[in-house]
């Protein structure tokens, strides 16, 4: 049976697709690359296979980006600020206070950004093969690969689904090909690629408060173990699992042992600490502070002040960390309690 659709109003007019089925902490999944068509995902056996078995201990929740799958087609914003913005958007609709995030390959910086920007909203993140930076994939976007994507779209997705298989299992990366292109347009997944590789959660770290499981295999060609590790020493209370095997996918090899490590990692409570003392916040902070308690955007911050969105969402991810903030309302009380902002009737 097809997992049911339902439809979230989201950021920009956009209607974001996603379905929940399962029981237990919600484990929300945002789209890998960024696009995601989690209808025809449903018809690849290994991957239905694998979500059947982590619902069973938890309720997945998943989505497709805007401009890709289900979602609305005319309109996207592939950006970290916008696909958390997106997720944001199917949690409140499913009327969600908190929530564990499962982070795949690029989906990791998207749950990485979450949790840093709304830490009260997450109790557990999991990351598999996944990475912090675009840059930490020593990513390079071949003038071969980049030709291959504008002129032959067909061309493009098979060679690309083959390699992300490991030229192993055929049938399977064709049937990821042709999900691929039932995803999105090929002008869509131009711009989404461009967006991804500029990805970079590090001015999000700071932020995170839940525990975060860091999971590869160890003879994993891109998502190393070394890639792992230094996750792990970037990340706050992050822990690092290394499983058997090869594949980039939690779906192939051993998926069970995928599944025993999420549902182990899941029922651990968040044993979130208590807030360190505030610490005194540089005059550029508490700039940012007055703009974020007036209502500012990350984006509209960065306008204000003159400097670039990753500099402005790292003032933020500091603020938060220094004053003990679990996210923007408890950042307003902080300054106004302290007079960086006044009330708007005063």
């Known amino acids: 049976m097809h997992p049911q659709v339902s439809f979230a109003p989201g950021p920009g007019g956009r209607t974001i697709a996603y379905t929940a089925f399962g029981d237990g902490t919600p484990l929300v999944m945002p789209a890998t690359w960024p696009w995601s068509h989690f209808s025809r995902e449903w018809e690849i056996t290994p991957m239905r296979a694998w979500l059947e078995k982590l619902a069973a201990h938890c309720r997945i929740v998943r989505y497709d980006a805007g401009g890709t799958g289900l979602s609305s087609r005319d309109s996207f914003d592939f950006s970290l600020d916008g696909q958390a913005a997106e997720m944001e958007a199917v949690i409140d609709h499913l009327g969600l206070a908190s929530v564990a995030l499962w982070g795949g390959i690029s989906g990791g910086p998207?749950?990485?950004?979450?949790a840093g920007t709304r830490p009260h909203r997450v109790s557990h993140v999991l990351l598999w093969t996944s990475y912090i930076s675009a840059a930490d994939l020593g990513w390079v976007?071949?003038?071969a690969v980049g030709a291959m994507r504008t002129q032959n779209w067909k061309l493009f997705t098979e060679?690309?689904?083959h390699a992300a298989f490991q030229w192993s299992n055929a049938d399977l990366a064709s049937e990821y090909a042709a999900l691929t292109r039932d995803a999105m347009s090929q002008e869509v997944a131009i711009e989404g690629w461009r967006a991804i590789a500029a990805h970079d959660a590090t001015p999000y770290l700071a932020g995170i408060r839940c525990p975060t499981l860091v999971m590869t295999r160890r003879d994993e060609r891109l998502f190393t173990v070394d890639l792992a590790r230094r996750m792990c020493e970037a990340i706050p209370r992050a822990r690092l699992l290394v499983l058997p095997g090869s594949e980039t996918g939690p779906y192939m090899g051993d998926s069970d042992a995928v599944v025993r490590a999420a549902r182990e990692f899941l029922e651990q409570p968040p044993a979130?600490?208590?807030?360190?003392?505030?610490m005194k916040l540089s005059p550029r902070e508490a700039e940012v502070l007055g703009l974020l308690a007036g209502g500012r955007t990350a984006r509209e911050?960065?306008?204000a002040l003159s400097i670039s969105l990753p500099t402005a969402q790292r003032h933020i991810s500091n603020i938060y960390a220094k004053i003990g903030a679990r996210g923007r309302v408890e950042a307003v009380t902080y300054a106004l309690q302290r007079g960086i902002v006044r009330p708007r009737d005063e």
């Open 110 to 114: 998207i749950a990485l950004a979450f």
């Open 141 to 143: 976007d071949a003038a």
């Open 159 to 161: 060679t690309f689904a």
């Open 272 to 278: 979130e600490p208590a807030p360190a003392a505030p």
């Open 301 to 303: 911050i960065a306008e």
